[in-house]
């Protein structure tokens, strides 16, 4: 018998804390903005992040698609989310067979762009 995985709730419910504490403080922003340059991708709708911890009351998933009833109003938490590849390990607690839309560029992904930076 091969048992699953139970998510860690305290390692989600830290990671929501720490994006919350983040965006209401000067060095959190900072760090968001560093970060959202190296995010690449899009949000894949699979409605994950709305059910870390808690289910959104505000997520609606129709024929596999998740929309956010306030979209327009989300807080911020919503809105930044992923910050960093720790989000994302985070996310795959709960759905590691869905791959989630955004990934993160590495240090090794950067070094080209750096290099024809220096150059021109």
């Known amino acids: 018998m091969i048992r699953k995985k139970k998510p860690s709730l305290r390692k989600m419910f830290g990671g929501k804390v720490r994006r919350f504490l983040m965006a209401h403080q000067r060095e959190g922003r900072a760090y968001i903005r560093r970060m959202l340059r190296r995010r690449r991708g899009h949000c894949a709708r699979c409605g994950v992040c709305c059910m870390l911890v ?4 505000f997520l609606r998933i129709e024929r596999g698609l998740a929309t956010c009833l306030i979209h327009a109003l989300r807080p911020a938490n919503c809105r930044i ?7 994302l390990e985070e996310r795959d607690l709960l759905a590691p067979e869905r791959p989630c839309g955004y990934s993160f560029l590495t240090a090794a992904d950067r070094q080209p762009a750096l290099a024809l930076a220096e150059k021109a």
């Open 54 to 57: 808690h289910r959104c009351p």
């Open 81 to 87: 989310f992923p910050v960093d590849p720790q989000d």
